[in-house]
């Protein structure tokens, strides 16, 4: 699994039409009409998006702060339908995928 920062907002799209953790306060249409900074980070494994987080940043001297889109009522991560029916898969699944995004933003950011 990699993390990567996303310029295509198509990508993002075709990963909240793919989860069931989206709302329409999820689309990118929706994150960048407040807030044009939005950064969306996505998980990949291989080539497919499995999860994902968008961040809108504050930059204030040498700090970088990251924190939720503004008016967005769930800004947490998001991830694909998952493709097991096995409860263990699904949540060792998205722990791998959460833990990938951590070690990422905490080494990006000062704060998130």
Not at 68 to 81: D, E
Not at 87 to 98: D, G, H, K, Y
């Amino acid at each position: 699994m990699k993390v990567e920062k996303i310029d295509a907002p198509e990508l993002w799209n075709q990963l909240i039409e793919n989860s069931e953790q989206s709302t329409v306060f999820s689309s990118a249409n929706w994150l960048s009409a407040f807030a044009p900074d939005i950064d969306f980070y996505c998980v990949f494994q291989g080539k497919e998006i499995i999860a994902g987080v968008a961040l809108y940043v504050i930059k204030k001297g040498f700090f970088k702060k990251a924190v939720p889109p503004l008016l967005s009522s769930y800004c947490g991560i998001i991830f694909t339908k998952p493709s097991s029916n096995r409860q263990s898969r699904i949540e060792s699944f998205s722990l791998n995928a959460i833990n990938c995004l951590c070690e990422f933003l905490e080494k990006k950011y000062s704060y998130v």
